[in-house]
């Protein structure tokens, strides 16, 4: 209900429809004195069935046939991370702007373009359940002379397992800029749609081998408390066996990984080096090569952790998917090259 300005009730037509349309629950309607503003407030009970853009979008367009406007929005309590990140995804694209950018920036959309700071203070870091936050010793959270540093120093970890995956993603980044830098711009109307796809590929390429830097240290601490495990007996001496293969596995899986990332970020610098903006192609170049060494360097690290494994068929299967990831990786690399080149000289 509406309460009138003198506390009467009054009824707002269209709001049982407004609510029945958004399988939503209409909780409350009142006119708030101090503010001379009607609020509405919704318990919107799903959002995979109905989004929070779409209430606030179906708010606006009620209140223009009245000649009113939405002054802001305001979330009580938190809201899911995939709620809020949806939202985002949709402005973007209503905006005729690439979804291919960081988290954070895409979370931000969402908050400016609903007028979630224009009733009350919105920190997405505290109002968001499950903001995708790495934990504080992680090592991607370090200024990058400490990650420097600490890859120089003595300790066996982080090596060139963390230092190809940074790499990698440092390849898939350089592919959604250029991407990015395409995407809505004058002269390239032709490349917007699959720039701005190549883009968001890229960043959910970048965001997962930023993870598997921290995950291949990880990797590698586990396998060596394998090898610290007690082996007195016949039977610490099999677990500990046991474990120490286990962590082989496990540190094979993650490097592999890595070189598949790497391979699909080499894949999209060179969407990016034949169809991106011509100014920046010898970026997406610079992203190849960082890609190229990323693949070449997990494989690395999967080869050397393969003699410890007891099982030959294991042993070469992923012998035989590195040899074919750095082929394809060499392949691809001088694909990219030509086609930074070409597009060079043709400036």
């Known amino acids: 209900m509406v309460l009138g300005v003198f506390g009467e009730v009054a009824q707002l037509p269209g709001a049982v429809y407004f609510a029945r349309e958004l399988d939503a629950k209409l909780v409350v309607e009142f006119l708030h004195l101090l503010f001379q503003r009607t609020q509405i407030s919704i318990n919107l009970t799903n959002y995979k069935v109905t989004p929070c853009h779409a209430v606030l979008e179906k708010a ?50 969402a908050v400016q373009s609903m007028g979630l700071r224009d009733v009350s203070p919105f920190d997405i870091k505290e109002k968001v359940i499950g903001y995708p936050e790495p934990g504080a010793g992680d090592l991607i959270v370090k200024r990058t002379d400490e990650f420097v540093h600490e890859v120089s120093r003595e300790s066996p970890a982080p090596g060139g397992g963390s230092v190809s995956a940074l790499a990698g993603s440092l390849g898939a980044a350089l592919a959604s800029m250029v991407a990015n830098l395409t995407s809505g711009k004058a002269g390239y109307e032709l490349a917007w749609a699959s720039m701005s796809e190549t883009a968001e590929k890229a960043q959910a390429v970048k965001d997962k081998l930023l993870s598997a830097v921290d995950e291949d240290t990880r990797a590698f601490n586990g396998y060596m408390e394998a090898l610290r495990l007690p082996k007195g007996t016949a039977e610490e001496k099999s677990a500990r ?50 890609a190229k060494a990323a693949v070449m360097g997990a494989c690395l690290n999967v080869r050397i952790n393969l003699p410890g ?27 990219v090259q030509e086609a930074v080149l070409s597009r060079i000289g043709s400036k």
């Open 241 to 290: 066996a046991a474990a120490m293969q286990s962590g082989l596995k496990q540190a094979v899986a993650v490097p592999l990984q890595t070189a598949e990332l790497s391979l699909k970020a080499l894949s999209l610098c060179k969407a990016a080096a034949e169809q991106g903006n011509k100014n920046s192609v010898s970026d997406a170049g610079v992203g190849a090569q960082m």
């Open 60 to 109: 606006r367009e009620l209140a223009a046939r009245r000649g009113l406007v939405v002054t802001g929005s305001e979330v009580v309590g938190l809201i899911p991370f995939r709620a809020l990140y949806e939202s985002g995804l949709y402005y973007l694209k209503l905006q005729g702007r690439s979804a291919g950018v960081p988290v954070d920036d895409v979370l931000e959309t």
């Open 309 to 335: 494994i007891k099982e030959p068929g294991f042993v070469a299967e992923m012998t035989a998917r590195c040899e074919e990831m750095e082929k394809s990786a060499g392949l691809l690399l001088a694909e």
